[in-house]
């Protein structure tokens, strides 16, 4: 398959799933989020936490061109974001916090295939694609399932493996788990630690990110703190029980 079906341009991504951003400003609902941000992000499994409002899931959404910066540059495997809208989610596929944000169509093996289908892949093969997927995960069969009548942590499951079937190079997660029963958070811990491709995840489950590669902090659209897991969370554990004594203390 090709992850450059799509593109606009003739730029061609770079092997590297390395993402690049350079002061970028950016302003939500009349509020600055980030303001002069620098950062690079090459390592495997990289992620990301910060309090509420942070700006984690705001800086996913400018990895993957859903959001473009007022000012500065975003760089997602060679390709800068402002340029390559159309082929960024091939290449950095996005899952949403709200599952309802990301599905659109009824049945699952619809919402499935639709990424292969934009790339250029015929129905017949984005279709068994799809069920090679499913079959993969636990989910044979499921691909005329109507997605309205799953669970929550199913339609979960289904939109991990919806921006798993265009191959992407980089995996941008959301709060992915946030809905999913323990033996599924799990199963697809594993997968994604197992698959050959970079993981960008913003989670309040610090337990998550131990194994990964580094953790990146963001505090109101600042880095507080970036480096290995460890140092990381503890720090931000830290912050987090301060600030929850803080409230505590309040009249
Ligand atoms: N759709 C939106 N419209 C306007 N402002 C928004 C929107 N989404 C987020 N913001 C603002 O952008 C800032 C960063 O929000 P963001 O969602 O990136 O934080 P977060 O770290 O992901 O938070 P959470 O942990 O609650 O998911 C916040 O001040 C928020 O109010």
Redesign the pocket.
């Known amino acids: 398959m090709s992850a450059t079906a799509g593109s606009v341009t003739a730029a061609s991504p770079t092997s590297a799933a390395d993402a690049r951003l350079r002061g970028v400003r950016l302003s ?2 009349g ?1 600055t ?1 980030f303001d002069g941000l620098d950062l690079d992000l090459s390592e495997r499994r990289i992620g990301l936490v ?10 996913l959404r400018l990895l993957n061109g859903l959001l473009l910066p007022d000012a500065g540059t975003v760089e997602v495997c060679g390709l800068e974001t402002r340029a390559h809208r159309r082929a960024l989610p091939a290449l950095a596929g996005f899952v949403f ?1 709200n599952v309802d944000h990301q599905i659109i169509f009824p049945t699952v093996g619809e919402e499935i295939a639709f990424g292969p289908l934009e790339q250029g892949m015929g129905k017949a093969q984005a279709y068994a694609h799809a069920g090679r997927l499913l079959a993969a995960h636990g989910c044979a069969g499921w691909e005329g399932r109507a997605v309205e009548e799953l669970s929550e942590g199913q339609k979960q499951l289904v939109c991990i493996l919806a921006a798993l079937a265009s191959g992407p190079r980089l995996l941008l997660l ?2 992915p788990f946030a809905s999913l029963d323990l033996p599924t958070r799990l199963f697809l811990s594993d997968r994604l630690a197992a698959l050959d491709l970079h993981v960008i995840m ?1 989670t ?1 489950d610090l337990h998550l990110l131990e194994g990964f590669d580094r953790v990146v902090w ?1 505090d109101r659209g600042r880095v507080a703190a970036d480096g290995a897991p460890a140092t990381v969370l503890a720090a931000y554990g830290g912050h987090a029980r301060a600030k929850a004594a803080a409230q505590g203390s309040l009249p």
Do not use: F, M, P, Y
């Open positions: 939500r609902g509020r989020v910060g309090d509420n409002g942070s700006g984690k899931s705001t800086l916090q959301d709060e913003a309040h963001l």
